[in-house]
């Protein structure tokens, strides 16, 4: 095995939350913990819980009496219900309103739906101090609407302190948290479940309550906990409006000198954040969801009609209120000047580059820091993990003063040489702030379908390479959008500014704090307006999930720039360029009918000079302790193709699995081309294996275009060489003309055809295809079956073919194994199969048929439908009670009379028409007939079995 990434786990590296499996989930689940990933995430928690552990620290340093004393304290109920009260309140009222404008601005025709979506997140870049000076002053009880509203007899306005005005003020700032996680859900929801159920006659309502929040809910709840952290941890808003909480009293506490009663304080507010932490961690309980792999969830627009105008006022309300109040109010500082002259008292552009700074610093930090976090949380959900996620996230929640000043207590008396230093604050940001990242980026990895990674093992890739090249570029508006919001709270944050940086390093935040301190506010409003014009650029990043479109759109201007290339579908070869070709979807040609086995292949097992390439012995896997594969025995001969045939939950999948190393084996052996990859000491992943994958969902890369998805594999191919495979595999399935168009712009069959070509480009010594046909409509089916075919003998690969139909498994493999319940029951060519099933299974899987009882005397079996001598019928041995099985095509009917038979139904089927016939005794058969023999139900006709071959026989049951 390669050697160990920090992206891959013990074993092997199959996603447990996402795989897609028969049978369950895997028994030894918890033993695959991806070590080095645990061991980096668990870095970065410890990293960033040190400045709250000196919390507890001081605390527990406090004796039992004045602990007690400090508990209960008079008032101390008091802080507690407004801290929860307040939580609760903007937690709710923000869900109540992002979930909707979400809705509205995602999967509607509003009107500037762009211009919303970032008009709409833009509350974050307006810091809450001034936000609440700003609603005070034009609020308040001298305020200007009431100077405004006194001559018309309004004599007072509803109070804006206290709780209902702190509620009002904190909604008002915090739902971009749930927003803009919800739209990220939102635009990750694979649209096709909206219309399954619009097409249900569900209504709108009735699809955004039972569809789009079940599937967005991880999202909803990412966003929910960032609101309500924020809001447990702010401190200017409450201060400002004069509502006593947790974060009020400890600032008034340290500025008292008082620290014990600070760091008891700040205990109480980290076991609100592990409350909040715990009611979190239950609403995400299920987020088993990922968006498709199959490349098709493209944009969906729900019409709003008449009511689209109208629906703008909700926006523009908010927008107005959260935007516009407290802009204006700092234009009209600007307008007004300052009230006094300060000559040393002035703005400097430093400040503002000293902001951009330590805040881009941090951005870039906790954006890195918080990868392995949530890639461990997102994808290999635990306990562990999900308490190392959580650890990053009680910094959040406590007030900026404690985590500075712990700071400048574990600085000053263990690393001095730190103190007072762009690091330090940097490191400050981060603590408070890395669960921004956090969340945002684990929220795009659960939407990123495993699949894409195992595809991309498949094609040669280490888990990392995988993580670098596909999951990393998928995820990186999520990444970009968390790094976008701790920049944007680092560009505002206040106290551990002031306790941490530099002497003489101001920021903006530090200056405007300086001018209202001094009541210079005239001061105070080009700094303001500087910040939240560098916020609101920032805001674009917070967004970014608009960028993917507006690239692809201009990278497909491009290709089409010059003159418009005919883009209908090549006509796919035959054997010698010519032939007899049938069409198939969206005009590719393909030989109608199929030239005869491949070489070697025969009815039976045959062809047994052919070399082995594949060869699986009593292989097993356990899934909760049920076998998925039980036993499992077979092998491949070069250039054959080996259909694995069965019910849902036989355990195809898990064995094709195991054959591409995706899954370790239980027991057995698994060898490739006479070398070993899978026993009871050897095992080699899916990146060491020379083996192919089709996936049923298709798995094309949406990032990357289709030329860019066939290249994948051949990284170390050199230029020319991967140009020219690349060209010849796509005039192989006739797509050259699509080469640099996406997945999303491809119908199923022509996807089908790229994920096939992609498998093909490495050259692999097995391919495996995991019913890839099977998402395909019934018409398309039957061509591409034929397209598939032909490009597998095109190319003369080794293949192992997944399906559950009958027709597709008999038409296309030189053998078939019908598997059941983790077994393989039979294993022969196709005809073999069919005509001489070795257990009624298998029998009745491969196709319809009637038993007729008989009963074995003197060398001849009696039936309702005459005697057959015993050599026109396989017996089992020492039997004589039996059933006899007749297919449709093996029966014959002419009307008659005085007939045996009577027509008692009928089905046409446009070829043929299938009649119901019973006969003496009751019973019934089936019988095919061409569509030009028509018989009414009622009909006397004669029975008799036409069939040249030996007719199944079993025990009767």
């Not at 569900?202 to 991880?218: A, N, Q, S, Y």
């Not at 409006?241 to 340290?254: D, M």
């Not at 900026?400 to 940097?426: C, E, H, K, M």
Request: glycine fraction near 8%; charged fraction near 20%.
């Amino acid at each position: 095995m390669s050697s160990l990434s920090p992206f891959e786990t013990v074993d092997d590296y199959p996603d447990e939350e996402h795989r897609r499996r028969e049978d369950g989930p895997d028994e030894d689940d918890d033993e695959r913990t991806p070590v080095g990933l645990t061991l980096l995430a668990g870095a970065v928690a410890a990293t960033v819980v040190i400045p709250v552990v000196w919390i507890g620290v001081v605390a527990l340093s406090v004796d039992l009496d004045r602990a007690a004393s400090i508990v209960l304290r008079r008032g101390m109920l008091d802080v507690l219900l407004n801290t929860v009260v307040l939580i609760v309140a903007v937690t709710t009222l923000s869900v109540l309103i992002a979930v909707p404008l979400a809705f509205l601005t995602v999967l509607t025709d509003l009107p500037f739906k762009r211009f919303w979506i970032v008009a709409l997140s833009l509350p974050l870049v307006v810091p809450s101090f001034v936000s609440a000076f700003s609603f005070v002053s034009v609020w308040g009880p001298q305020g200007r609407l009431q100077s405004v509203l006194a001559p018309l007899g309004v004599e007072s306005l509803p109070e804006i302190y206290g709780m209902p005005g702190t509620v009002f003020v904190l909604t008002l700032y915090n739902y971009p948290f749930v927003y803009l996680t919800t739209i990220a859900g939102l635009r990750a929801l694979d649209k096709t479940y909206v219309d399954a159920a619009r097409s249900l006659e569900t209504g709108i309502r009735g699809v955004f309550v039972r569809i789009v929040l079940p599937m967005v809910k991880p999202a909803i709840a990412a966003g929910a906990l960032l609101t309500a952290l924020e809001t447990a941890g702010d401190f200017g808003v409450p201060a400002i409006l004069r509502l006593s909480v947790f974060t009020r009293q400890i600032y008034l506490e340290y500025n008292a000198l008082a620290h014990d009663y600070a760091a008891m304080l700040s205990l109480h507010l980290v076991a609100i954040t592990l409350v909040i932490l715990l009611v979190e961690s239950q609403v995400r309980s299920h987020e088993r969801i990922h968006g498709s792999a199959r490349g098709n969830s493209g944009p969906y627009t729900i019409r709003l009609g008449r009511w689209r105008w109208p629906a703008l006022i909700v926006p523009a309300a908010i927008v107005a209120l959260a935007i516009l109040v407290p802009v204006g109010f700092l234009f009209s500082w600007l307008v007004t000047g300052p009230d006094a002259y300060a000559g040393s008292f002035g703005f400097e552009p430093g400040y503002a580059i000293n902001s951009v700074y330590v805040s881009a610093l941090a951005a870039a930090v906790a954006a890195c820091l918080a990868l392995p976090v949530a890639y461990l949380a997102a994808r290999h959900p635990a306990p562990l993990s999900g308490t190392l996620e959580r650890a990053t996230y009680v910094g959040f929640a406590v007030p900026g003063v404690v985590i500075g000043l712990s700071l400048v207590y574990f600085a000053t008396r263990y690393l001095p040489s730190v103190y007072q230093t762009v690091p330090l604050v940097v490191f400050a940001y981060v603590v408070l702030y890395l669960p921004l990242a956090v969340g945002s980026t684990r929220a795009a990895i659960l939407y990123v379908n495993p699949q894409f990674v195992e595809a991309a093992r498949s094609l040669g890739n280490t888990p990392f390479q995988a993580f670098r090249r596909i999951t990393l570029p998928l995820v990186f508006p999520g990444v970009v959008a968390g790094a976008a919001l701790v920049f944007l709270h680092g560009m505002k944050e206040l106290p551990a500014t002031l306790l941490l940086r530099p002497i003489g390093f101001d920021t903006l935040a530090t200056f405007i704090w300086a001018a209202e301190r001094n009541a210079y506010y005239g001061y105070a409003a080009v700094p303001a307006l500087v910040l939240v014009f560098i916020s609101g650029l920032s805001i674009l990043g917070v967004v970014s999930r608009e960028y993917p479109d507006t690239l692809a759109a201009l990278r497909k201007w491009r290709r089409n720039r010059g003159d418009a290339a005919d883009v209908g579908e090549e006509p796919f070869p035959g054997p010698d360029g010519t032939g007899d070709r049938a069409v198939m979807d969206g005009g590719t040609t393909v030989d109608a009918a199929r030239t005869g086995s491949r070489a070697g292949s025969a009815d039976n097992e045959g062809s047994g000079e052919r070399e082995v390439v594949l060869e699986l012995e009593d292989v097993r896997k356990r899934y909760d302790g049920r076998p998925a594969v039980d036993g499992i025995s077979l092998s491949v001969r070069r250039g054959e193709i080996l259909t694995l045939l069965g019910p849902s939950g036989c355990g195809k999948t898990t064995t094709l699995r195991l054959i591409d190393g995706l899954e370790r084996p239980g027991g057995g052996t698994i060898r490739i081309d006479g070398e070993t990859v899978a026993d009871g000491e050897t095992y080699r992943p899916a990146e060491e294996r020379d083996v192919g994958i089709v996936f049923q969902e298709f798995a094309l890369f949406p990032h990357k275009t289709i030329a860019e998805n066939v290249a994948f594999g051949l990284e170390d191919a050199g230029n020319e060489e991967r140009a020219d495979t690349v060209a010849e595999l796509l005039e192989l399935v006739g797509l050259s003309a699509y080469r640099d168009s996406y997945p999303n712009e491809l119908s199923g069959g022509q996807k089908q055809r790229v994920a096939l070509a992609r498998s093909l480009a490495p050259r692999p010594e097995v391919l495996l295809l995991d019913e890839p046909l099977s998402n395909l409509d019934a018409g398309l089916r039957a061509r591409m079956r034929n397209s598939v075919q032909r490009i597998l003998e095109e190319v003369d690969v080794t293949a192992v073919w997944v399906t559950h139909n009958q027709e597709e498994a008999l038409s296309v493999g030189d053998r078939t194994a019908v598997m059941n319940a983790g077994r393989i029951e039979q294993l022969a060519s196709p005809r073999a199969l069919y005509m001489e099933p070795a257990s009624r299974m298998v029998a009745d899987f491969l196709g319809r048929g009637d038993y007729l009882h008989g009963r074995l005397e003197n060398g001849v079996v009696e039936t309702p439908l005459g005697a057959f001598d015993a050599d026109r019928v396989s017996l089992p041995e020492n039997e004589q009670a039996l059933e006899v099985l007749v297919r449709p095509d093996d029966v014959a009917i002419t009307p008659s009379s005085t007939g045996d038979g009577r027509v008692v139904g009928r089905q046409f089927n446009g070829e043929t028409v299938r009649y119901r016939i019973e006969v003496e005794g009751g019973e019934r058969v089936s019988s095919r007939q061409s569509h030009d023999d028509w018989y009414d139900v009622g009909t006397s006709v004669d029975v008799s079995v036409t069939a040249t071959h030996a007719l199944p026989a079993f025990p009767r049951a």
